[in-house]
T-cell receptor, first 110, second 112 residues
Framework: GEDVEQSLFLSVREGDSSVINCTYT??????LYWYKQEPGAGLQLLTYIFSNMDMKQDQRLTVLLNKKDKHLSLRIADTQTGDSAIYFC??????????FGDGTTLTVKP | DTEVTQTPKHLVMGMTNKKSLKCEQHMGHRAMYWYKQKAKKPPELMFVYSYEKLSINESVPSRFSPECPNSSLLNLHLHALQPEDSALYLC???????????FGPGTRLTVL
């Protein structure tokens, strides 16, 4: 079945770049997503990429997709303390069913 | 209106109670979802409604009963829950069954 893996923790200093990595197993994935979840809140869709794209940039966020290696990354430039949260990678092939990774807890130190 | 709203924000119930969670969106989305999320874990899909019809039920116990009265509303009826059902219940919607999902803030449920 589908499997999505992420490293559990990442700690960076304010102003540095953060890179959160994700690997997935289903080569039929059509959409790949990054969600942000702050404590006690729901999931906020940050960005997504279609499987036929290699890169997508949106302000401070850059998503890179290596479809051959089934590797997805999210780069946050100029990381701020407000970026501290859990980041979930998710993939979707079948409409309606997304598989989520376990989430990466990003801690930004001043 | 570009958000998904959920009520109540918090709910505490006993194992013999009957309660309902409510979700609403006015983005014209035709797919709506219920997820269960335990602390520090990813969301687990429970149900998917597409065009007001139940299309996916991820083997959820019958003590959870979803309802989609119209294209903007999604309810989750709760009855005879167990303490292990305590979790954050998230609602989401999407344009159709494909595409990005927009999540509500969730209902924090505690079963005593």
């Amino acid at each position: 079945g589908e499997d999505v893996e992420q490293s559990l923790f990442l700690s960076v200093r304010e102003g540095d770049s953060s890179v959160i990595n994700c690997t997935y197993t289903d080569s039929s994935s059509t959409y790949l997503y990054w969600y942000k979840q702050e404590p006690g809140a729901g999931l906020q869709l940050l960005t997504y990429i279609f499987s036929n794209m290699d890169m997508k940039q949106d302000q401070r966020l850059t998503v890179l997709l290596n479809k051959k290696d089934k590797h997805l990354s999210l780069r946050i430039a100029d990381t701020q303390t407000g970026d501290s949260a859990i980041y979930f990678c998710a993939e979707s092939m079948d409409a309606g069913k997304s598989t989520f990774g376990d989430g990466t807890t990003l801690t930004v130190k001043p | 209106d570009t958000e998904v709203t959920q009520t109540p924000k918090h709910l505490v119930m006993g194992m013999t109670n009957k309660k309902s969670l409510k979700c609403e969106q006015h983005m014209g989305h035709r797919a709506m979802y219920w997820y269960k999320q335990k602390a520090k874990k990813p969301p687990e899909l429970m149900f998917v409604y597409s065009y007001e019809k139940l299309s996916i039920n991820e083997s959820v116990p019958s003590r959870f009963s979803p309802e989609c009265p119209n294209s903007s509303l999604l309810n989750l009826h709760l009855h005879a829950l167990q303490p292990e059902d305590s979790a954050l219940y998230l609602c989401a919607s999407s344009q159709a069954r494909a595409g990005e999902q927009f999540f509500g803030p969730g209902t924090r449920l505690t079963v005593l």
